[in-house]
């Protein structure tokens, strides 16, 4: 066998070391949870390879986690019967940065962001590191499931790690062996006291069994069964029960602002479970960004790149486990079959009308999820016309009226003042500015409520023609409106007829822009102001212009 050799981590791998151990205070625990789920992960791997390849299951096909507490040596190691690492998959997924998330991770820690580090670490898949927090040194034996040889990593987390082979012996079958060398601050992570309630509180639901060993030499003892949470009926499930698995699953720290769990009965057979986080994931506008939810068949993880939801509900974690999709068809085929497409939908329309629900019976928990996803969804109004509709009313938007308050479109509409067809809204970066803009100044003088949109998807689906319960959607920068037909608020003087005073200014004001402007005119919308500048009735609305010219066309 070759001796080990020393290499050293990536430069980024060893910042993020740094900031990692010096980021994390509270939370310790973290680590703990992140080195049990990849645990999991390797046994989940394992099953679907052995779906094509069952000679990788040897003669112990049951997957399980293995906990061992030392406290005479202050060591904790977990162990796992699943997919293992060969040496060059160790040096590559443990040396060095395999995920783009770890730069943008690394940068929200330095940039001191309000989220300690523990908080980010599971977003940014960069758990194994979360180790050095507790760990001095780390030790990983592993040996990759049908292989023959082993292989020693470690490292005391300070720049450089060890790789070597070692006796096959030492990983019996296949899988993973983390040893932890504890921290002397960190000693309790090798008593049976705190690790238990630890690992049950956290991990209970990692559809994978864990197994804890007092001592080295203790029989182990089962502290979580390994069932699938969502295949038991929603009357024995806890809502700490659905937090923890949401957090375990979807690496978040917060609880779950909407939790969706059933079974679809019918041509196919499924269960759901799916939640709406509390807060904004870090890449959620990042180009990159896939759908998280998972597929699993028959309780086997298959992929999570299945695109079960529209980019839209992109913020959406968890899970669907399919009964009737094939589990030796592979992940490409799946994309394909008519069973997916059903699932899709199916999950889809089921969300948007729970979503729906929310806003009917918890008003301001929906305005939470509106506020943190309301920009994600409104890409749904030119993405998805078939749910139109749908989407349409469940967008809430501030108008010109509602000050700080949020106004779904079956209100605005239920508010329209006599002769007004159409919905009104003004486009702009800042709240603040749009509500003042001199273009308001002839809809409030008519007490006309004015959407203010200012995410920038707004410019694109509102002015795609779109319309609620037949009433179109109008800028109010976009050509004369019909301000004249809708009568003025009590108490304000009547328009008046252009007089021949007003008409020698116009011909004026013309003759000095000449080409610069398409047209002037006297206008009913101004009430205090002199000007306003206005797109052509035809003309592209003026924001959708300005971002259009900013994106080079
Ligand atoms: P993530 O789990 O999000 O990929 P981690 O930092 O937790 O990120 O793990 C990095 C990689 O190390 C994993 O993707 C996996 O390839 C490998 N790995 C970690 N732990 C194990 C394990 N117990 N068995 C097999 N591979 C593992
Ligand atoms: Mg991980």
Redesign the pocket.
């Known amino acids: 066998d070759a001796a080990p050799n020393t290499r050293s981590f990536e430069a980024d791998v060893s910042r993020l070391l740094h900031l990692m151990v010096h980021s994390v205070y509270s939370d310790k625990d973290v680590f703990l949870r992140?080195?049990v789920?990849?645990?999991a992960?390797?046994c989940e791997?394992l099953r679907y390879e052995a779906i094509a390849s069952p000679a990788l299951l040897g003669d112990d096909p049951q997957p399980r986690i293995t906990v061992t507490l030392d406290p005479d040596q202050r060591r904790l190691t977990?162990e796992?019967n699943?997919?293992?690492?060969s040496a060059a998959?160790m040096a590559e997924?443990?040396g060095t940065i395999?995920?783009s998330g770890t730069r943008a991770f690394m940068e929200q820690i330095a940039a001191g962001e309000k989220a300690e580090g523990s908080q980010l670490i599971g977003q940014f898949?960069?758990?194994?590191?979360s180790a050095f927090i507790v760990a001095d040194r780390v030790d990983?034996t592993?040996r990759r499931a049908g292989g023959d040889e082993a292989a020693l990593w470690s490292s005391d987390g300070l720049g450089t790690y060890t790789l070597g082979a070692v006796e096959a012996s030492e990983v019996p079958v296949r899988?993973?062996r983390?040893v932890l060398h504890l921290k002397e601050d960190a000693a309790d992570y090798s008593q049976r006291f705190s690790v238990e309630a630890k690992i049950k509180a956290q991990s209970g639901h990692v559809p994978v069994p864990i197994f804890l060993r007092e001592k080295p030499d203790a029989e182990p003892q089962q502290i979580a069964d390994g069932a699938a949470l969502w295949t038991r009926a929603r009357a024995d499930i806890s809502e700490e029960d659905y937090t923890d698995f949401y957090r375990t699953n979807a690496?978040q720290f917060d609880t779950p602002a909407l939790t969706v769990h059933y079974r679809a009965e019918g041509t196919h057979e499924y269960n759901v479970l799916a939640f709406v986080p509390e807060t904004r994931p870090f890449d959620l506008f990042d180009p990159d960004r896939a759908g998280r939810m998972k597929l699993y068949v028959r309780r086997v993880f298959i992929t999570d790149e299945a695109q079960i939801l529209p980019r839209y509900l992109r913020f959406v974690r968890g899970l669907v486990d399919s009964q009737d999709l094939p589990l030796n068809v592979s992940r490409e085929m799946i994309q394909e079959s008519p069973v997916l497409a059903s699932i899709q939908k199916g999950v889809t329309n089921r969300l948007l009308s729970e979503l729906n629900k929310l806003a009917r019976t918890e008003p301001d928990r929906f305005r939470q999820v509106w506020e943190h996803f309301g920009a994600v969804l409104k890409e749904g109004l030119y993405e998805d016309y078939g749910r139109r509709e749908t989407l349409l009313k469940l967008a809430r938007f501030r108008t010109s009226n509602s000050g700080t308050e949020w106004r779904s479109l079956q209100d605005y509409v239920a508010g329209l003042k006599e002769n007004q067809t159409a919905i009104y809204y003004a486009v702009g970066a800042d709240l603040d500015r749009l509500a003042s803009s001199p273009q308001l100044e002839g809809f409030r003088a008519r007490g006309i409520d004015v959407l203010l949109l200012t995410d920038q998807v707004d410019s694109f689906w509102a002015s795609s023609g779109i319309d609620f319960e037949g009433k179109p959607f109008k800028s109010v920068t976009q050509g004369l409106s019909d301000l004249s037909l809708i009568p003025l608020n009590e108490g304000e003087a009547p328009a008046a007829e252009t007089s021949d005073e007003v008409a020698s200014f116009i011909t004026f004001v013309k003759t000095t822009l000449g080409e610069a402007v398409s047209d002037v005119r006297a206008s009913d919308r101004l009430t205090e102001s002199a000007v306003c500048l206005v797109a052509p009735d035809s003309g592209m609305d003026r924001q959708l212009e300005k971002l259009l010219a900013g994106a080079g066309r």
Do not use: P, W
């Open positions: 992140e080195l789920s990849n645990a992960d390797a791997k977990i796992d699943g997919i293992g690492m998959e997924a443990l395999a995920r898949g960069v758990g194994f590191y990983v592993s899988g993973t983390v690496g």
